[in-house]
């Protein structure tokens, strides 16, 4: 019986051995608590890879796990990404890392010895933290616990392909060319310039949305080949305030959608953002307001 035991645990040490030697997918992981919503965990990532040439996303299984490769000098690094909701205001990451040419060798090293790989693991795991941190200070978003009926409302626009980050670009870009055609031939303006998302592919983070600025409807509206025309048909829909810059007012979105899935509400992820704050006119980001609409399914 003895002997049983002992084989036992021989038996066990050294499975536990080739598991982590051979069969263990990463080599080292690191753990992040963030308070803020996953959608901007998932953002957050993209645009901290981004940011850095030597770093592109391997694949995106779904929303909450992204797979990174960055490559430093002579060594490829893989990342995967795991995030988790913890509740409504907290969200854990979980960073699995892997050096794909000197996985062995880190394997045989980390137990004895501060390696260089976790000391470049640390340090480049710590630099997406504080770009996040730093990121959360810059925008605020608050979910209205309230339905809300946007009307109806007649509006000339114009339709815009982009990706959710350059969403704002292309505003810029088209609101001198909507604002003066309607100023230039006496259009009554009849509220705030809004966007209406049309198509929204989460999978590659691209866009289709319509420009839009409420006009009174005459039989004398200027044609050209940029500018449309539509009745905006009102909808019912969650609510959020967003505080920051437009470019990354998409976080709203992500929250909206939080919020719609703890109240058991269907939505159709077409947001609706209303502008209350001109960009040009600078100042403190926070203080620019904008009104973000996620439709209910009728």
């Known amino acids: ?50 940011t850095n040439k030597n770093t592109v996303i391997l694949q995106e299984k779904d929303f909450l796990n992204i797979d990174q490769q960055l490559k430093f000098n002579d060594s490829i690094f893989q990342y995967q990404w795991k995030i988790t909701p913890v509740n409504d205001s907290t969200t854990k990451i979980k960073v699995y890392i892997k050096d794909v040419d000197h996985s062995l060798g880190n394997r045989l090293k980390i137990p004895f010895f501060d390696t260089g790989f976790e000391k470049r693991t640390k340090s480049t795991v710590l630099d997406f933290n504080n770009a996040l941190t730093e990121h959360l ?3 605020k978003v608050t979910v209205v616990d309230t339905l809300q009926q946007l009307p109806d409302t007649y509006c000339a626009y114009i339709p815009i392909k982009a990706s959710q980050l ?9 609101y001198p060319i909507l604002s003066t055609v309607l100023v230039d031939n006496n ?9 209406e998302i049309t198509d929204w592919n989460r999978k590659v983070d691209s866009i289709s949305y319509n420009f839009c600025y409420p006009i009174i409807k005459s039989d004398s509206l200027p044609q050209n080949d940029i500018i449309k025309y ?15 810059n437009y470019i990354t007012s998409d976080r709203a979105w992500y929250a909206l959608l939080d919020y719609a899935k703890k ?36």
């Open 1 to 50: 019986m003895r002997n049983k035991i002992v084989y036992l645990v021989a038996f066990l040490l050294l499975g536990s051995l080739v598991w982590y030697l051979f069969i263990k997918p990463y080599d080292y992981s690191v753990s992040i608590v963030s308070k803020t919503f996953p959608g901007t965990i998932n953002q957050s990532i993209k645009v901290w890879g981004n």
């Open 137 to 139: 200070e810059k925008f």
């Open 166 to 174: 350059g969403k704002a670009k292309g505003m810029m870009q088209n």
């Open 187 to 195: 259009v009554e303006l009849n509220g705030r310039p809004f966007l």
């Open 230 to 244: 539509k009745k905006f048909e009102g909808l019912k829909a969650i609510k959020a305030i967003y505080n920051g």
């Open 263 to 298: 109240n058991g509400m269907e939505v159709r992820e077409r947001p609706i953002e209303v502008f209350f704050s001109n960009p040009n006119f600078g100042g403190n980001e926070l203080d620019w307001i904008a009104e973000i609409y996620m439709p209910l399914k009728e």
